[in-house]
Structure formats: C-alpha cells, structure tokens
C-alpha cells in the first residue's frame, strides 16, 4: 500500500527585497516524514528565508502554507504547532532557565512539563541558572528544549548544530532522529555543517543568492554526481564540457561530474569516486556564477 505523504510545508513565489539581496521566487515543498537541509555559502539568505517563513520579517509576495493552511490567516494555530530554534532566539538574561519557560510554556497550548524536564536532563541544564550565564552551546540545548517541549509536529532551525561540541552534536542529530520517530513530523535547518547532512538528511535544498538552486533527496543526489581525476591531457574540448569546476594542477585534475558514464567511456583510466555533499554545493553554485563573474 502507498504512503500518501502530505506536505508539512509549502512555500509558493516567495519574494524579498532589501536594499543589497533579494529572495527570488523561492518555491519548494516539504513533505511529513522528512528532515530536510537547507544549505547555502554564507548570504545566501537562509536566515531571511526561514525568518519570512515564520513571519518575523514581512514578504514582498507570495504564499506560505503549513500543514496546508495559510501563514496570513492561521498564524497563532501554526506557530502552536511548530517548534522554532532561531539565532536570534529572544530571551530575558535575567531570568533562570525555569522563569523563562514559565512566560513561555502558557503560550502553547499543548506544553509538556514531563518533556521540558527529561530535556533538561537530557541536556544537563540547570532550571536554576541564569540565562545570561549560559555558553552559547547551552543556549542552543535550551533553545532546543522549548522547541522540544510542546509537542511540535514540525520544527525550523536556524544553525542549531553550530557552536556545539562534537558530542552534544550527535547527541542533538539523535535527537532528531528520535523526533522523527513518530510520524507525521517534519524538520527543516539550515546548517554549514555538511556532515551533519551526511547523517540525518532525507532532502537537501540549496539556496544561492537568493534562489533555490535545487530541492533533491540526499541519496538520489550522491547517486547522479561523481567527483573524476585524471591526467590534464586527457581534457579535451570534448571531454570538458562533462565536468563541473574544474580544478588542475600538475598531478593531474579533479572535477566534479554529472555524467558518470560518459567520462567512464572517454577516459576509462580516471578514478571516480563518490562526492560529498560539500563538493556537490560548490560545484553547483560555481556552475550558476554567470560566465563573465567566474575567476
Ligand atoms: P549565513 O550563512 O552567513 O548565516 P544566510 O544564508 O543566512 O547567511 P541571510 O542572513 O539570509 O544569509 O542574509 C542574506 C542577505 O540579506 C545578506 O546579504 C544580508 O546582508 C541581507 N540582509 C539580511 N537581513 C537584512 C536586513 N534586515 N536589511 C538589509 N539586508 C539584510
């Protein structure tokens, strides 16, 4: 029997202008069940994708739809039913871990104290600190722990894993995969942290100035891509238009392909191997520099 797979969140010609960037017709769809990577270099305007998402800062146009209904109309019963870890998450300094969810956990209406505390737990943060006291790492774990604590069908995050230490890193990525063990959920973040991808990711989309490069299934992308060397002289004026970013140096080449049989029939002595993630971003952000932009 097929699955029929609803779509958490859908996001159709999403527009944004500031003065020096633009969000140009984003489109793209998130179904439940998925964990979904939102990678891009640094400005490319995942921050201003995910804070438009959320409403924290107005579209130009477009139309926003979580769990089909539209972010213009059902804002408050969206926002009980998703889980946010933001960069920007705003909380009183003076206040202790336990005061601060006191002002919280009212504006959910289904808020579990028993998560809230086997989080903390979890996390090993004390109630009673202070917030201004806590490492940036802790903050991310407390954030978290909201975001966690009110039975979110759906949670954003902005960078949730950076600032975190290799262990509590996993932990957070186990985390998540133990969120998405009960169905029906979904999670979108943006992350610099490819490996992290590698691990968890069901989908990736890549954002580029703006513009949604791709939106493809982790696995089905490392299966169309494979990074080539070989000797320099075997690039030709034939061969050359099979790779993408090219990289030579006097040992030979290495560039990445999408057309794997192809370099295999042209130059049966390269050595293809698998890429990662991070090879596929860069080669195909470099293949969207317009020509005349390239160095
Ligand atoms: P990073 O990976 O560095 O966090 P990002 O992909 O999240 O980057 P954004 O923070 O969305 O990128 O920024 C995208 C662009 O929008 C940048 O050029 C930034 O300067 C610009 N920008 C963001 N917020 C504003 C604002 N309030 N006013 C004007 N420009 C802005």
Redesign the pocket.
Known sequence: MNTILHPILEVHHLNKS????ALQDVSFSLPEGCITGFI??????????LHTLLGL?GADSGEIRFFGMDMREQAEEIKNRIGVVLDSNCFYEGLTLNQMKNIIAPAYSRWCEEDYQRYLRTFSLNPKQTIKTLSKGMRVKYALTLALSHKAEFLIM??PTSGLDPLIRSQVLGILADYMENGGRGVFF?T?ITSDLDKIADTLIL?DDGKILFQEEKDVLLDSYRIVKGDVCWLTADTRPLFINVSETAFGFTALTRQAARVQAMMPEAVMERPHIEDIMLGVIGENVPAKERR
């Open positions: 500031y003065k020096d960037f891009g270099a640094n400005g490319a305007g995942k921050t201003t994708t800062t902005d960078e943006s610099h954002i």
